[in-house]
């Protein structure tokens, strides 16, 4: 057990209301076996349980997860915890790829999704925002534009949004981006093919892969031994049947103890001259694609965006799932929090009305109802977009 761990269990215990509840041995160097494991359902019960009474909420900067586990939760952390767990991520980008934090970079970004006037590209400091919910063959001359103008020597973006940006920049007779020197890649699955698509494409950037949750920060780093390095100096990871238990050893204003992290992951000792330990990724998050009537592919990510702003201020959509069951519907299933007929007659307006704005305003919309979202067996997690037509071609083309 590491000394950064032994400080962080002493504090949680201390001045975490949820672990300072739980009973176990009094020595902290055996405290960590009589933590519980702790999931995302936990913790959005009482998620104020798990803020340290040293801090106050509004202090603290806040995210939303993903909810591909489910319902979403919003995290806390504070400027200190932020920096901290950074350090060892920037420290493995200027040694491995020559980045460091005051490059200029470019953002594919579907964060603060449910602010309805976000830009479609803006500045802030030395960061290039591209909104990667609206992304098409209209938008894209402006991207490209604005890539051009601000020249960013990196990018930062999941998979299958820097994916349709290369699609879409092909289209528009854009054909190669040499300027770029580096891209990362986080959030998804990173197929074979699409990395060979951003090689040709971004024909002198080096391209690294990075597995996190947005709860935590990053876990893994690809170095240019090709291994997912755990950044030990920021985790304590270990096996928790097929998935892992992940300790944030930096998070002291929302502590992550025993956080259960729902991706099918190998962990194991590294051979190569980095040392420490790698991992390797069996199963993840994935994203489809939705097709639009004119073959054109655009991403599922603006169904996130319905939803949020459907639960502002007041949450009223507990899960949702769409699935595209043919080139002209989707079908989107929805868990209300309240199920009584006023509130099914205002979400299924609401979303209507956010339907018909929408580049998928071609496609038949069906709304039902339904008491449960099952997890995908695959991956574990609560796939939120399926395409039954699309989705294998895609990732093998």
Same mark, same amino acid.
Not at 276 to 288: A, F, V
Not at 311 to 328: A, E, G, M
Not at 334 to 356: G, S
Not at 380 to 388: A, E, L
């Given at each position: ?7 962080? +269990?002493? =504090? ?16 902290? /160097? ?22 340290? @009474? ?47 934090? /005051? ?6 970004? &579907? ?8 830009? @479609? ?58 300027? #770029?020197?580096? #891209? ?34 990053? &876990? ?8 997912? /390095?755990? +950044? ?6 270990? /096996? ?19 956080? !259960? ?45 319905? !939803? ?9 959509? &507990? ?5 595209? @069951? ?7 299933? !929805? ?19 956010? =339907? ?21 067996? +695959? ?9 039954? #037509? ?8």
């Amino acid at each position: 057990m590491n000394k950064k761990l032994d400080e962080l +269990l002493k =504090y949680s215990r201390k001045y975490v209301p949820f672990y300072s509840r739980i009973k176990g041995h009094e020595s902290v /160097h055996k405290a960590y076996e009589f933590m519980p494991v702790v999931s995302k359902e936990i913790m959005a019960r009482k998620p104020e349980t798990f803020i340290s @009474t040293q801090y106050e909420a509004r202090s603290l900067e806040n995210y939303l997860t993903s909810g591909s586990s489910g319902r979403p939760l919003t995290i806390y952390k504070s400027k200190r915890d932020v920096y901290k767990s950074s350090r060892q991520l920037w420290f493995w980008r200027k040694n491995e790829y020559g980045v460091s934090l /005051h490059d200029k970079m470019c953002s594919l970004y &579907i964060r603060s999704l449910a602010r309805p006037l976000m830009p @479609t590209t803006f500045v802030d400091g030395n960061i290039l925002y591209l909104s990667a919910i609206k992304m098409d063959s209209n938008t894209i001359i402006e991207y490209l534009s604005a890539m051009k103008n601000f020249m960013p020597l990196w990018i930062y973006s999941n998979p299958s949004s820097l994916y349709l940006f290369v699609k879409y920049a092909l289209d528009a007779g854009c054909y190669t981006m040499p300027n #770029i020197k580096y #891209i990362e890649l986080s959030g998804e699955l990173l197929y074979d093919n699409y990395r060979e698509c951003f090689s040709k494409f971004f024909s002198n950037a080096k391209i690294a892969n990075l597995y996190g949750v947005r709860e935590i920060n990053a &876990i893994a780093f690809e170095l240019s031994c090709g291994h997912l /390095h755990v +950044l030990d100096d920021n985790f304590y990871l270990e /096996h928790y049947g097929d998935n892992i238990l992940v300790t944030g050893l930096n998070n002291y204003a929302m502590p992550f103890i025993k956080y !259960i992290v729902e991706d099918n992951v190998k962990i194991e000792d590294s051979s190569c001259a980095n040392g420490g330990q790698i991992i390797s990724i069996l199963n993840s998050r994935e994203t489809d694609f939705v097709l639009l009537e004119n073959s054109k592919l655009a991403s599922p990510t603006l169904f996130h965006v319905w !939803i949020e702003k459907i639960n502002t201020p007041l949450t009223k959509v &507990i899960q949702y799932q769409v699935r595209q @069951t043919d080139r002209n519907t989707l079908c989107f299933s !929805i868990v209300l929090k309240r199920k009584t007929k006023e509130n099914i007659i205002l979400i299924k307006q609401e979303l209507v009305n956010l =339907y018909v704005q929408s580049i998928f305003n071609n496609l038949n919309l069906d709304i039902e109802i339904v008491d449960v979202i099952h997890i995908d067996k +695959l991956t574990g997690k609560y796939k939120y977009f399926y395409n039954d #037509i699309v989705s294998i071609a895609v990732r093998k083309e």
